[in-house]
């Protein structure tokens, strides 16, 4: 088992109650997996709606996760 | 000299021109992005901005780098701000310098297209009437923002 | 605010900036002429410039409306220095503000690009060596200026 | 008679020796007249190769001068 991190910005933040959530995940678990798994129905939106990262950089949804990792879910960004 | 800088106080103009001032340099182009009063005809009263500071600045640290090697750039000065901004307050500014105007016009606006379209920045509208909301949220209404 | 002027004196970027900075605007774009330490492959050591004052600030004011009328921006700054100038130090200013940040890069442009065809101001080089000669002078040596 | 005043700048008013000189002219002399008589020998250029303004506004060659008006020889510009 492996513990990570995630982070959620701007409306996900919001939909998730919280900026932060810690979550133990099975070995081989992808960010795709979690967020089907575990955030899909809250954030009402296809993991196709949103960009990934771990450990501050780009990730894709295929990405397997390891133990400590910091995901975050990123909205579209509107900066500007 | 080159900044690339999330911040949560006021940016300071200033600064970035000083920093991208050169001798070698004949053109100097700067965009600021300030709060506008309207967002899709509706009164607003100001935004709210986070980031992803971390990524945010490590993706403005790629845009720089690519605004020099594209355009041929001498200096580059990218600096988001963050937080409660109000009305007419300033929440971006790109400023580069290059020997000829049209590259410094050209990477200036490359780089706060790409700041825009990247980088991991947010914003919340704070409409005139009190209520909120986050740019592009799908929940917010088609009518209300895109 | 708008601001048309042909000045001996140094560019306070902040006048301009302060001049443009509105509510109603989302985009501010400013361009600075700066002086280069070389010209078509040659070192300078500054330029001398000078206007046909009460011709050259008409066709900036004929300018600046173009801009208004073609890039629906909100306020236009165009300035001008003249005399004796170092390097690095600001030849011109022009600085724009627009809802929209398209807007108000393409406007400024077309001011630079428009103030550097029609306004009647000249530059004289000097160079290193120091020598000196006006830009576009036929007998300056076609090696030496365009 | 007519008496007008012409401005020279940059290159023109260093071959011209002075920024200003005084001209009396013949009644329906034109600017392009005026050129070809009084500066074209040591201009050493056609008239096409400058743009001419009386009373800071924009003139063709062919403009008529009158009394009193201030003509200006505008070699290429290089402002900016």
Same mark, same amino acid.
């Given at each position: ?12 933040? &919001? ?17 795709? &997996? ?32 390891? &133990? ?13 | #000299? ?31 992005? *300030? ?24 993706? #403005? ?16 000065? #990218? ?52 209520? *909120? ?11 209300? #923002?895109?």
């Amino acid at each position: 088992m492996a513990e990570i991190t995630v982070l959620f910005f701007s409306y996900a933040a &919001d939909r998730m109650n919280g900026r932060q959530h810690r979550y133990t995940i099975e070995p081989g678990t992808t960010i795709g &997996d979690l967020y089907r798994q575990e955030m899909e129905e809250r954030l009402q939106q296809p993991v196709a709606a949103f960009m990934f990262s771990v450990n501050a950089e780009w990730a894709a949804p295929s990405q397997i996760l390891h &133990d400590g990792d910091e995901v975050a879910v990123i909205p579209p960004v509107s900066g500007g | #000299m080159d900044i690339v800088r999330i911040q949560d106080v006021p940016i300071d103009v200033n600064e970035g021109i000083a920093a991208i001032i050169d001798e070698r340099a004949g053109g100097e182009a700067i965009f600021l992005g *300030t709060v506008r009063n309207v967002f899709e005809g509706r009164a607003s009263r100001g935004l709210f901005y986070e980031a992803y500071r971390d990524l945010a600045e490590k993706e #403005m640290k790629r845009i720089e780098e690519e605004l020099k090697r594209e355009f041929d750039v001498l200096h580059v000065v #990218m600096v988001h701000r963050i937080g409660e901004l109000a009305l007419g307050e300033i929440a971006v500014m790109v400023a580069v310098s290059a020997a000829h105007r049209h590259q410094a016009i050209r990477a200036c606006e490359a780089g706060i297209d790409r700041i825009k379209s990247r980088v991991p920045i947010w914003k919340k509208e704070r409409w005139a009437d009190g209520k *909120t909301a986050w740019h592009d949220d799908p929940e917010a209404g088609a009518g209300q #923002m895109r």
